[in-house]
């Protein structure tokens, strides 16, 4: 295949550059940044970034525009790769760069919002103690991220997928101090661990039947329904699931723990106990739909199991709701925003879990995708927004907020159109995604459907409870004395992300990204967006009826709803399970038995080898007397015995 | 009169030996010990020149033993008094109840 | 390239250690021998890559003959594979390090520094040797000077522990012993040359009694469940270099020799017990990390979880198959470096807070940036963070034992992952507690690493980066010999 693309030597090291830059960030500002470039640390990794970022889109143009496409149809180009590690014959490692439609959008975006906060954070960190770590560990998942995108081989995959899970635990635990920021970053890494635990397991019995770890390889195998491996992936089963369904469910564990999906999302509101940057960047736009790719990734695969893309399918829709519940009642900006995320995420999960393979059936596929690019923009958007205002304000709560449209006027504007954008008004960027995965769900479930749809009305009335609690409500409060919107620097990236958040829409994206690398033709049906624009519309009424001005309405609604709005207030509980697990039942009836069983049996029954020798030492001692007579006495008895025995005995 | 024999000189060194174990065995005095031993040695020096006498006249073996057991006694002797003379000067006492530091 | 050098440089180095007359003079001396072996070491690895790459295929290179006992057919003969030069530049990594962690011991100085070196000389010798009474010899040399190591320099309850790990590994190598003169007068014609007892066929009852002796022999050195209580207290009390040669090089011992004698000489003895080997490394796995989950104690946490990681090794061992086994030794090398590190690192941080309760720590990144982030490298790579060279070691276990396609080595396979969790647990739960979190009072005025420390670290650091971030050289190094050994179990 290399053959075929002339893309000349020039395009191999960009690529090569654009995850080594930021890695290249890391290891400067992590060895050197401490004392040598200390003031410098925060431009020297931007423009890292930012060269970074300039090669993925030099490359995305030239792979959708130039050289991509052959006979119509998006190839699958790994122009570099080598051996990493080789297992057995046919099975190994390897690194590479693998160019496709989904990877190359991935490259953008994950370069885009990086560099956005990148920039950002030279004036929201300004002046912290440990701003070059900051800028480190920014490298350090930056270039993980890539890693993980642009991976040709499913274990380069994980290796990288682990890479993020510790930047994030890096970069959530950059407030060190703080214990909340301690036990978040901790509950994130064991959390996405546990998952990544299905992950490698899937990997394993994927491998096994494959006999490749090489991702064309192996969708290639495992997609032909003649091939031996095949045949004996589907053939294989333990307790009536085929190996091939057994495996992707474990992957898919992996990828709903990293995209923070229902059971495995408790730890995505505590993850936001890291510096807002940070939270815009891994928790909104990039690291949490690492899921949603390792899915979109291994699509063909997924799409030769039913079982496996119901589950898909049934845990997204799960979750989009049960986090839009919960994102209503919640009181701290972040955590609205934090479980909005796992709700859309949820969205571009069922989404792939609708989609079939190829042609109109891909609809699905290219919608979540589609959604994943928009939801980056506008949330990584949101994301920063909400950094400008807790700048502003010091505080996290609702409570303390209201009435800053006259103090943050750009914040203000940029954060309506996020909203806008989330909540689905054409025609801003969300408005397409979202019709297309609606559609895609209407097309294949009608059950999906409609909690999708009303999942989508309670998006717009969350949002907009945000929006007019931080910007509208009560006016009175007085921010005069604090300083201003936070510079030039995070105002830069907001308008840029608000321009993309409004017009991303508009990209044709079923031209370049779909299930089979050929262009999709998205049929819009204006009838069909009456429905959730109109549900969209109410909720966003409903919100500023409760929120705009300051009144008590929001309360006796809260009030007559006590049941379900304290089970929401309180993310049902689910926390409060996992800690009854770990803490309750892991500790206490495995970890503990285990302390007490090595210390009392397994090293007892040596100290009481030990003790016994001294026992029965204790006991013959007194033979060894060291009296010389005694021993005579012993030395006689034994000579006339003996003697007696020679006479007398034996002859 | 009878001719003393074999039995009888036996009989004599047997009766040293056990008096001389007797000795050994019960006194705690180091030089009573030691005089204890040679009394042993001087029963094992006795059967050795008897049975030369009696059982093989004509060869000299058993005299040139009893030759070797007085030189070996002398010299344990001499080693036996040195230490027991410097264990009275570090302990001043001979008495073998005393020495026993290098008990276990 | 003379394979004595590497017994003589160390017995030359102790030797001068003795006539020096200082402190600073005996320093200098064990750290220009360390480095010496260092050097050393790598000459090994580029002759032995050269030799490769030349064409040499033979089995064991830079072969060394002596007939020691004739009559016996004892003969001082050594040589290297690539197992063997992996094991013996972990050996010479930890040595250096070890030399450089403890330059401020003051008790009695140059007694410490002459055990240290005679471990190093007893670690090089077994490496090397092909004879099975030599490496007998040179593992009781490796054994003897922990006695005195702990026992003089240790802390708490030193005599106890040094007590209980001198009788439980002599215990170990008298099974060892046991086993050697079995497979001795078991095999056709008495000989101990390992060469030749693995060309001959020895009758499978022998191997039937002899393996079990050999391996839980051996694997008493390893921390074979339930043969593993030394493995806490021996680390606990051991001064820092101490623990780190204990975990670095002496429980490698314990892993080669199943390895190399165990295993090889005895392959249908390790066929047979193949899977209660299986059963009892992964309870060690499992029941090591849940008891690490309980531990206050740094260094009891990093000996807990010792037990679980040298787990993975005889698990490698057990699994037969050769990509479980070159995992196995890439663990060795691999949990040698990392927990020499780790063991350096709780010995920094013990001089300067004085205490080792990781609850009466905190914040730690504040006054001591250099040790904490090692301290973080050090706790992400026993989690198996890639990058590092647990994650390798652990992955290519895992690989290998998942080619095992009955249901039994998949279980196992599944619950020694399950392990990846628990580590990521404890391991977390000791970082958080000690490095982050609100600072102590009596903290705020400590100092960070000193040269000899921070050279300590980067050395053992710079090892565990190189397999993690290009594993494919100790991958090259050690997948042909362990081809031959699998093809002997896989051919018998």
Known sequence: MLGVFSFGIDLGWALLMIPLLPLLGFLVLGLFGRKQIKQSSGIFATSLVLVSAFLSFHTAYGYFFKYGKLEGVYQKIIPIQFTWLQFSPGVSIDMGILLDPISVMMLVVVTLISLMVHIYSLAYLKGEERFPTYYSFLGLFTFSMLGLVVASNIFQMYIFWELVGVSSFLLIGYYYDRPSAVAACKKAFIVTRFADLGFLIGILILSFYAGTLDFNTLILKLTTTSTPEFLSATAASFMGISALT?????????GAGKSALFPLHVWLPDAMEGPTPVSALIHAATMV???????????????????????????????????????????????????????????????????????????????????????????????????????????????????????????????????????????????????????????????????????????????????????????????????????????????????????????????????????????????????????????????????????NRSDTIAHS?????????????VDELYLFITKKIIFNLVGRPAAWFDKNVVNGLVNATGNSTLFISEKIKGFQSGKVQQYAIYFLAGVIGLAILFIYVWK | MMEPGLYHVLIISTALFFIGVFGFLTRRNLITMLMSIELVLNSVNINFIAFNKYAWPNKLDGLFFSIFVIAIAAAEAAVAIAIIINLYRSHQSIDVENAADLKF | MNLTLLILLPLLTAVAILLMRNDAQVKWTALMGASAQFVLAFCLLFAFRKERALGNIAQMLFEFHYQWFPSWHISFHLGVDGISVAMILLTAFVVIAGVLVSWNVTKMTKEFYFLLILLSLGAYGFFMSLDLFVLFFFLEIAVIPKYLLIGIWGSGKKEYAANKLALM?????????????????????????????????????????????????????????????????????????????????????????????????????????????????????????????MQKDLKYINAYSSVSHCGFVLLGIGMLTKTAMVGAVMQMVSHGLMTALFFAVIGMIYERTHTRQVNEMGGLIKVMPFITTVLFIVGLCSLGLPGLSGFVAEMTIFMGSWQNADLFHRVATIAACMSIVVTAVYILRAIGQTAMGPIKEGHLSVGDARWNEKLAAIILIAGIVAIGIAPYWLNELVTPAADIIMHKIATK
């Open chain 1, 246 to 254: 057994w495996a992707l469910v474990l992957v898919f564990i992996g």
């Open chain 1, 289 to 551: 739909v690492a899921g949603v790719f390792l899915v979109a990734r291994l699509f063909p695969v997924f799409s030769m199991s039913a079982p496996a893309l119901e589950l898909v399918a049934f845990v997204g829709i799960i979750s989009a709701l049960f986090a839009a519940l919960i994102a209503c009642t919640q009181t701290d900006i972040k955590r609205v925003l934090a479980y909005s995320t796992m709700s859309q995420i949820g969205f571009m999960m069922f989404a792939l879990g609708v989609s079939g393979s190829g042609g109109e059936n891909g609809l699905g596929f290219t919608a979540a995708m589609f959604h994943l690019f928009t939801h980056a923009l506008f949330k990584a958007l949101l994301f920063l927004g909400a950094g400008a205002v807790i700048h502003f304000i010091h505080s996290n709560e609702m409570k303390d907020m209201g009435g800053l449209r006259k103090y943050l006027p750009i914040t203000h504007i940029t954060f309506l159109i996020a909203c806008l954008a989330i909540s689905g008004v054409p025609p801003f960027a969300g408005f397409f995604s979202k019709e297309e995965i609606l559609l895609a769900a209407y097309q294949h479930n009608a059950t999906i459907y409609w909690i999708a749809l009303i999942t989508s009305g309670l998006t717009a009335f969350y949002m907009f409870r945000l929006y007019f609690s931080i910007f509208w409500n009560k006016e009175s409060l007085a921010h005069e004395s604090a300083h201003g919107e936070g510079g030039f620097a995070m105002m830069l990236p907001l308008v840029l992300l608000s321009v993309g958040a409004a017009a991303a829409g508009f990209i044709p994206f079923g031209d370049f990204v779909s299930s089979d690398g050929k262009p999709l033709e998205s049929v819009f049906h204006w009838q069909f967006s009456i429905a959730p624009i109109a549900l969209g519309l109410a909720g966003i009424f409903t919100a500023m009826w409760l929120y705009k001005k300051q009144n």
């Open chain 1, 561 to 573: 709803l006590s049941g379900l709005y304290k089970l929401a207030f309180h993310k049902f509980y």
């Open chain 3, 169 to 293: 590994l002599m215990g170990g190598s008298a099974l060892v012993l046991v086993g050697l003169l079995g497979v001795y007068f078991g095999a056709p014609n008495h000989n101990f040359d390992l060469m030749l007892l693995s060309s001959m066929h020895i009758p499978i009852a022998i191997q039937k009694i002899c393996f079990p002796l050999l391996f839980v022999g051996f694997g008493v050195f390893t921390a074979l469940f339930p043969f593993h209580t030394w493995v806490p207290d021996g680390h606990s009390s051991a001064p820092t270099a101490g623990s780190m040669f204990l975990a670095g090089i002496s429980m490698k011992l314990g892993g080669y020799g199943c390895l190399r004698v165990a295993t090889y000489i005895l392959p249908d003895g390790a066929k047979e017990y193949a899977n209660l080997v299986i059963v009892l490394s992964t309870i060690a796995i499992l029941y090591g990390a849940f008891a690490t989950m």
